[in-house]
């Protein structure tokens, strides 16, 4: 069993901590439940913070002279302001985090897909944006694993966005101890998850840690950040995470009967044709690594990018919304 890094994540705070909606409601989600055992959580309500109370009526975002607005239409009042400096604020106070999970849809929290009206009384939408403090997260931390809680009940998203949290927490311990040998090691078990990742990050973050030029830790880390974070910034494709299996495939097929060969070339093609996730070909490596005791492929994060735990967490089967995954 590997031991992880736990990750710190901001999170909704009406999602699964406090009844602080509008209405004095909270919203469950399974996922949220599920990370409290695995992440640090830090919860925060921008609405609150701002002063709305709860209950409150709600705000909306409107188009006026051009450009967006936060309003509440039942006092009028306009909160454009307060929530930018409660977002700057909240962002510039913020360290060491690892990730986000925002309210889908939410004037102040949503990614994306948050109604705009035309005035405060209209109720039709007219367009779509994004939602104050979820537009500001974006903007400040391109890189990071930021999602909504909507997305994440997706299995393929979940899948990425687990995996990229938990290696980024590791990351940081790397970049906070300040050490060549630590990095070189984060390399070294992470090759087959960055493979599945990028060939192409893999082979220049490489020649980062093999430092021909003697550079020091932090010119290093500097360089290497740099390239992890181009990596990760899109899931990987079925078929480089099916390379993957076929080189870890090969530590083994000389000594694998036929038959076990067979299942685990079905499981791969189950994989491509979307009627499976990864598990059931890993699973099967991860045997074979403990049958064999294979210690390189023992250690490759690859094979357990998160805990176990959450792999139960899997609620609908990718084929199922592939809308969301765009
Ligand atoms: S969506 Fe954001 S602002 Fe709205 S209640 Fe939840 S935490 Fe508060």
């Known amino acids: 069993m590997r031991e992880f890094v736990k990750p710190r994540v901001v999170v909704s705070k009406c999602l ?20 409290k055992e695995y992440v640090d959580f830090l919860p925060v309500c921008a609405e609150v913070e701002i002063g709305l109370g709860i209950p409150r009526s709600p705000v909306r975002i409107i188009i006026e002279k051009g450009e967006h607005r936060l309003i509440q239409p ?6 454009t302001e307060d929530m930018k400096v409660f977002c700057t604020d909240f962002l510039d106070l913020l360290v060491n985090v690892d990730g986000f999970i925002l309210k ?14 035309s005035s405060v009384n209209k109720s039709g939408a007219i367009g779509k944006t994004s939602g104050y403090f979820g537009e500001a997260v974006l903007k400040r931390y391109p890189f990071l694993p930021i999602e909504d809680e909507g997305r994440l009940i997706n299995a393929r ?3 990425h966005f687990l995996t990229k949290l938990f290696v980024f927490a590791a990351f940081r311990k790397v970049k906070s101890e300040g050490n060549i040998r630590d990095l070189i090691r984060f390399h070294t078990v992470n090759k087959y998850l960055l493979m599945a990742y990028s060939q192409a990050e893999l082979r220049k973050m490489g020649a980062i840690v093999a430092n021909k030029e003697k550079k020091s830790f932090y010119e290093m880390i500097s360089d290497y950040e740099r390239h992890f974070y181009n990596a990760l ?6 078929t480089s995470s099916i390379n993957v299996l076929m080189h870890a495939f090969g530590h083994f097929s000389e000594n694998l009967s036929n038959g076990e060969k067979t299942l685990f070339f079905e499981w791969i093609q189950k994989y491509r044709e979307r009627k499976t996730s990864l598990c059931p070909a890993i699973n099967t490596i991860r045997s074979w690594i403990v049958r ?3 210690q390189y492929l023992l250690h490759q994060t690859f094979f357990e990018p998160y805990p176990e735990g959450l792999l139960e967490v899997d609620l609908i089967a990718p084929n199922l919304i592939k809308d969301l995954w765009k």
């Open 16 to 35: 699964e901590f406090d009844h602080c909606r509008y209405n004095g409601g909270m919203i469950s989600s399974l996922i949220v439940a599920k990370l």
């Open 104 to 117: 889908f849809r939410s004037p102040s929290c949503g990614l994306k897909d948050v109604k705009v009206y």
């Open 74 to 79: 039942t006092s009028g009042k306009d909160v």
């Open 233 to 238: 910034t899109k899931p990987p494709r079925y």
């Open 157 to 159: 998203i979940k899948e």
């Open 292 to 294: 064999f005791e294979d």
